[in-house]
């Protein structure tokens, strides 16, 4: 069975800082991973995945995140946070077989403060 | 949105009701998926479709079905709601493999169904 784990449901960071969003997985094959975010009253939208290509992936929105098969880790970064940032932000990850259902994380409030 | 709409946007209902909400796509999507958003537990994989009445379920299907006649709808249905159903519920579609081999979802803008 698939899962993630999101470290911290509510995160702030001020507007120019650092935003780190963290994810740790758990598959017993060779996973796809994504990032995706949620505004308020919306639905989601993919901001990246990792499909073993590459171990940086860069995203929409000036997001990456990094592949770490040994720390089982796939967090999101963004050097400088702007207000539009600030929306729910979950990880998933699916196997790489048949119909690829997706397992979601419970999700991070990124807070951005003035 | 990728084309995917789904209706009602808001719903209340009284416990004991049946209930369907539909999502419709324009993008000719294989895979479509319904998904309900709780509090605490993030998204959770209802029912899924891989083709026109091929439908499997999920991880929280008890109390729900679903059904797919044509590529552009997908139907879920509360057979008999509860209050435990009150959620917002997701649909997404999905072509099959992009690049790199994942499938990518999109997403519907969700409908909020309370069960009174």
């Known amino acids: 069975a698939q899962s993630v784990t999101q470290l911290g449901s509510h995160v702030s960071v001020s507007e120019g800082a650092l935003v780190l969003l963290r994810c740790n997985y758990s598959s017993s094959v060779p996973p796809y991973l994504f990032w995706y975010v949620q505004y308020p009253n919306q639905g989601l939208q993919l901001l990246l995945k990792?499909?073993?290509?590459?171990?940086l992936v860069k995203g929409i929105n000036g997001f990456e995140a990094e592949f770490k098969k040994s720390e089982t880790s796939f967090h999101l970064t963004k050097p400088s946070a702007h207000m539009s940032d600030a929306a729910e932000y979950f990880c998933?990850?699916?196997?790489?077989?048949?119909?690829?259902?997706?397992?979601f994380g419970i999700g991070t409030k990124l807070q951005v403060i003035p | 949105d990728a084309g995917i709409t789904q209706s009602p946007r808001h719903k209340v209902t009284e416990t004991g009701t049946p209930v369907t909400l539909r999502c419709h796509q324009t993008e000719n999507h294989r895979y479509m998926y319904w998904y309900r958003q709780d509090p605490g537990h993030g998204l959770r994989l209802i029912h899924y479709s891989y083709g026109v009445k091929d439908t499997d379920k999920g991880e929280v299907s008890d109390g729900y079905s679903v059904s797919r006649s044509k590529t552009e709808d997908f139907l879920l249905t509360l057979e008999s709601a509860t209050s435990s159903q009150t959620s917002v519920y997701f649909c997404?579609?999905?072509?099959?493999?992009?690049?790199?081999?994942?499938?990518?979802?999109?997403f519907g803008p969700g409908t909020r169904l309370t069960v009174t």
């Open positions: 998933a990850v699916s196997d790489s077989g048949g119909y690829q259902k997706v397992t």
């Open positions: 990792y499909t073993s290509a590459a171990t």
């Open positions: 997404a579609a999905a072509t099959g493999p992009s690049s790199g081999g994942a499938f990518e979802q999109y």
